[in-house]
């Protein structure tokens, strides 16, 4: 009875705290600018099936990506016997399901045992990859300190929670009321001699260790990198659907650069009113509450795999632009706006912003807007939103534009053309190349 209510205490604790955690962060991700992401659900709906249930895009860096299939699979598979776990927590029973299932219980938890080999294998080559062999991407500056102890952690904490859940059989595996199943039978070898008091003093710590130790990782993946195992679902739901490389068109230039453009229109004629809501409260983006709310949840979903900064060309030639570190800033921003507000400050009351504070123009001035880095996200993140709209930011209020940029923006205005030549000319010469 002590045991079910420590138990208990335990659950409702674990449980509750991490859903208080996940409500603040959807309270920050709602602080960004609202924006309709509900159209064509059918498509958002296979998105999400294919790329992150089906972990689709996974597979374009084989081995990477089948090692990650394999701890995915373990995670959320395995998942399914703790729910057997906590019943037997709450309850005080023991493999409560296993008469309910006869022979089948046996097949499955077989078949769990052998996905936990597999999570450990890949565990320790993705350790391997960071620590011994150190793959570049993995060593980048944005990577150092937290970063990159906290991917080490994640690798660390799935061990201990696999160990342990095979540690569990094992010791069944050599009581006699027991045996084993399809990879603790054969690996009950390694506590054989052990007394049936130590066997069962081993199963009730693996036990409490396994539970406890899922219900602790449970609270530290908000905090972590490996939150991404929630956020990649919704996340993949409310992806672009628009085709790559279309860039949103501000509404309220749209309207300005069409009127301008109308023969029809009146010169004269004084501007007409906005309507309510019409004129935006700014250009582009200067701090996360200017930026859209799937942006922010982009920074949440990030995994800090660093694909998109592995084929960025500005990265690539030792530009100071890294896709991924502007997902990192931008999440370290908003937990900072969010834990402002939980102490009962005012929004902006710190004086800094994401522009300036967190990610510098010389970032955002290197990026090509080429695409590679929303191509090659394996969770549908889109960093060039984020650097568009600080740019427009940049260009449009601040004018912290270059030089450079000044004079083809007004070149642009004065001859449709980003040269000093009028386009008319330019389509001209080009006409005349013909003949
Ligand atoms: S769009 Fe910008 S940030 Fe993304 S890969 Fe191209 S240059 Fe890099
Ligand atoms: S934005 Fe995507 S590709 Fe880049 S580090 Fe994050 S998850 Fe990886």
Redesign the pocket.
């Known amino acids: 009875m002590i045991a079910q209510l420590v138990f208990l205490i335990l659950f409702v604790a674990g449980v509750g705290l991490f859903a208080r955690k996940i409500s603040s962060i959807a309270r920050n991700i709602r602080l960004g600018r609202s924006e309709d992401r509900t159209d064509q659900p059918a498509r958002r709906w296979n998105q999400m099936i294919r790329v992150a249930l089906g972990q689709g895009k996974m597979l374009s860096r084989p081995v990477a990506g089948f090692f990650h299939v394999l701890i995915y699979l373990g995670f959320i598979l395995i998942n399914l016997e703790v729910l057997e776990i906590v019943l037997d927590g709450l309850l005080g029973t023991h493999r409560l399901f296993k008469p309910m299932l006869g022979s089948f219980y046996a097949v499955i938890i077989g078949f769990f045992e052998l996905l936990a080999v597999g999570v450990l294998l890949a565990c320790v080559v993705f350790l391997w990859r960071r620590n011994v062999q150190r793959l570049e991407r993995f060593h980048k500056p944005e990577l150092s300190g937290w970063p990159f102890l906290d991917a080490n952690l994640i690798l660390i904490i799935e061990v201990v929670l696999m160990g342990a859940f095979l540690m569990m059989n094992i010791a069944e595996a050599n009581m006699p009321e027991h045996g084993g199943y399809l990879i603790s039978k054969p690996l009950g070898f390694l506590l054989e001699g052990v007394s049936e008091g130590g066997l069962h003093t081993i199963e009730r710590v693996a036990w409490w260790g396994h539970i406890v130790g899922i219900l602790a990782f449970l609270n530290y993946l908000p905090y972590s990198k490996h939150f991404h195992i929630l956020m990649a679902f919704p996340n993949t739901w409310y992806a672009d659907t628009v085709p790559s490389g279309q860039i949103p068109v501000m509404e309220s230039v749209r309207k300005e650069v069409s009127l301008m453009l109308d023969p029809n229109a009146d010169p004269f004629a004084s501007p007409a009113e906005p309507t309510h809501g019409e004129q935006p409260s700014r250009f582009g983006a200067r701090d996360v509450t200017d930026l859209s709310w799937k942006s922010l949840m982009d920074a949440y979903s990030c995994t800090e795999c660093g694909r998109?900064?592995s084929?960025?060309?500005?990265?690539m030639t030792g530009k100071k632009?890294?896709?991924r570190s502007?997902m990192m800033k931008t999440r370290d921003r908003l937990e900072d706006v969010g834990r402002a507000l939980d102490e009962g400050k005012e929004l902006g009351s710190d004086g800094k912003f994401l522009l300036g504070d967190y990610i510098t123009a010389e970032e955002l001035q290197?990026?090509?807007?080429?695409?590679?880095?929303?191509d090659?996200c394996p969770v549908l993140i889109n960093?060039?939103s984020i650097?568009t709209e600080l740019r427009r930011y940049q260009s449009m209020e601040a004018g912290l534009q270059p030089n450079e940029w000044k004079s083809m923006y007004t070149n642009i205005e004065n001859n449709g053309a980003p040269w000093q030549f009028p386009a008319a000319d330019r389509l001209g010469w080009a006409e005349s190349s013909k003949n």
């Open positions: 998109c900064s084929v960025c060309p500005a990265n632009l890294s896709p502007i290197a990026c090509t807007t080429c695409q590679a880095c929303v090659a960093p060039l650097i």
